[in-house]
């Protein structure tokens, strides 16, 4: 077996592994071909950074890297990992990554990211044995929104219009979530009007339901409530990914709001350094 990038691998060979590799997973993924060239363009995945183990000319595992310039930081996103069910127990996510390393680093990645579901434990562990580790706390919730109703305005704007230095907690956000990533994608973006003063904002992808940001502007009594029946006067059933265990006003307004908890992920993390002469 021999690990390479998968610059040089057709479309339809890598969603085969990677569909085959995320059957009967800890959540349902999505079959769409195109689901996964829309979602990986946006979060700009580049094959030629990304990297397969090849058994003669059968992909049997991969790492995805989405990269991207971040908080001064030029970072590789593991937006998928994965082994065929008949090549797991052969360590193949950790020889990968031993080929991976060193070539991120020598095409200037100085960070490696990724997320993992907690109960997962296995994954966990291998990635720590590979040196990354947990550097945030990600809570996932889904349902219908059940909100009291509010008396707000919502005007519905293009990405370019929103102020996005004024939009908070932008660090705080996982990869795809982050306006870098939303910029290529399909969402809506929403201000709320309280007052005739925007005191809210929201962002969500109106064909999968998922919220994608959703964030009080202004710190008064009664604020996330109008926000979530601003959101509820759009879509009802929807699904939040991610939100930063740190957030916990965020945290109680969305159970507040009747949405059931899912799953709980780590963002982990790996510090690439050029290894000195």
């Known amino acids: 077996m021999i690990v390479r990038h998968l610059g040089h691998t057709d479309f339809k060979t890598i969603m085969e592994c990677f569909l085959s590799a995320f059957e009967n997973y ?22 030629n950074l990304s990297y397969g183990m090849f058994d003669d000319d059968q992909l049997v595992g991969f790492i995805i890297h989405a990269i991207d310039e971040r908080q001064g930081e030029h970072i ?29 680093i020598r095409n200037g990645i100085t960070k490696s990211v990724l997320e993992v579901i907690i109960e997962n434990e296995k994954a966990v562990k291998a990635y720590e044995g590979v040196g990354f580790k947990i550097c945030k706390t990600f809570k996932c919730f889904g349902g219908e929104l059940v909100a009291g109703e ?47 003063k925007v005191e809210s904002f929201f962002a969500i992808n109106i064909e999968n339901g998922t919220i994608n940001q959703l964030e009080v502007l202004v710190n008064q009594k009664g604020n996330w409530n109008r926000l979530l029946w601003a959101v509820h006067s759009v879509l009802k059933q929807v699904r939040i ?18 949405l059931k908890k899912t799953v709980n992920q780590y963002e982990m993390e790996l ?3 050029l290894e000195k002469p």
């Open 150 to 196: 509010s008396q707000v305005e919502v005007e519905k704007i293009p990405f370019h219009e929103v102020l996005w230095e004024q939009i908070p907690n932008q660090d705080k956000y996982s990869w795809d979530f982050h306006s870098r990533c939303l910029k290529n994608g399909n969402s809506s973006y929403y201000y709320v009007y309280n007052e005739n």
């Open 241 to 258: 990914i991610n939100v930063d265990d740190r957030l916990v006003d965020k945290l109680a307004a969305l159970e507040q709001a009747g």
């Open 76 to 104: 590789a996103f593991n937006t998928g990992t994965g082994v065929i069910p008949e090549y797991r127990g052969k360590k193949i996510v950790k020889s990968i990554y031993e080929y991976a390393i060193p070539d991120l």
């Open 271 to 273: 510090s690439l350094f």
């Open 26 to 47: 800890y959540v349902k993924m999505p079959t769409d071909y195109d689901f996964y060239k829309q979602r990986w363009k946006a979060a700009k995945v580049d094959f």
